[in-house]
T-cell receptor, first 111, second 117 residues
Framework: GQQLNQSPQSMFIQEGEDVSMNCTSS?????WLWYKQEPGEGPVLLIA?????ELTSNGRLTAQFGITRKDSFLNISASIPSDVGIYFC???????????FGKGTRLSVIA | GAVVSQHPSRVICKSGTSVKIECRSL??????MFWYRQFPKQSLMLMAT?????????EQGVEKDKFLINHASLTLSTLTVTSAHPEDSSFYIC?????????????FGPGTRLTVL
């Protein structure tokens, strides 16, 4: 099925550093969602975006819905060890159609 | 708010048996629920879309007679893996979209680890 292009695939960063990851698509989406998944658990919704250009924060996390509606980024500021996990972007084309997922960004934080 | 539960969290069964997994939205109603399968170090693969009161819509390549889905109420969907085989071993995750409020958001359950011996 269709997938989003999510990059980078993995990141190793020092504690305290900022992190940026992004997703692009050939299709226009009306919703972008960012999730974090830890081993053996389901994805947890971090940020939901509904309008082109929308910039939303959740604590140290900030995400934006691209103006073209074909991309989104997630930034994590001042990373801490508990930020470790896999971050997935997901987009929806319309209505309540199924989400399309990126392949994930595996984040490792070195203390 | 927006909590989705799954039961069981982990199940081990013998080849040839059937396993039922429940997905519940605890504090919201969900007209639509989704079932995913996830292999190690991979992204989520959509298996089917479950609509309350109607037949589920299966993705290409997913056998509907193998993976039976029932969405009998606005808070409960079940996935039954029939005549399970070792290749069905996987992490199964459900998600639900609220019927009201912001319909775009989708909330996931904690997953069910199925091991077929």
């Amino acid at each position: 099925g269709q997938q989003l292009n999510q990059s980078p695939q993995s990141m190793f960063i020092q504690e305290g550093e900022d992190v940026s990851m992004n997703c692009t698509s050939s299709s226009i989406f009306n919703t972008w969602l960012w999730y974090k998944q830890e081993p053996g658990e389901g994805p947890v919704l971090l940020i939901a975006l509904y309008k082109a250009g929308e910039l939303t924060s959740n604590g140290r996390l900030t995400a934006q819905f691209g103006i073209t509606r074909k991309d989104s980024f997630l930034n994590i500021s001042a990373s801490i060890p508990s930020d470790v996990g896999i971050y997935f972007c997901a987009g929806r084309i319309s209505g309540n159609t199924p989400l399309v997922f990126g392949k994930g960004t595996r984040l490792s934080v070195i203390a | 708010g927006a909590v989705v539960s799954q039961h069981p969290s982990r199940v081990i069964c013998k080849s040839g048996t059937s396993v039922k997994i429940e997905c519940r939205s605890l504090d919201f109603q969900a007209t639509t629920m989704f079932w995913y399968r996830q292999f190690p170090k991979q992204s989520l693969m959509l298996m089917a879309t479950s609509n309350e009161g109607s037949k589920a819509t299966y993705e290409q390549g997913v056998e509907k007679d193998k993976f039976l889905i029932n969405h009998a109420s606005l808070t409960l969907s079940t996935l039954t893996v029939t005549s399970a085989h070792p290749e069905d071993s996987s992490f199964y995750i459900c998600s639900a979209s609220p019927s009201s409020g912001r319909p775009g958001a989708q909330f996931f359950g904690p997953g069910t680890r199925l091991t077929v011996l």
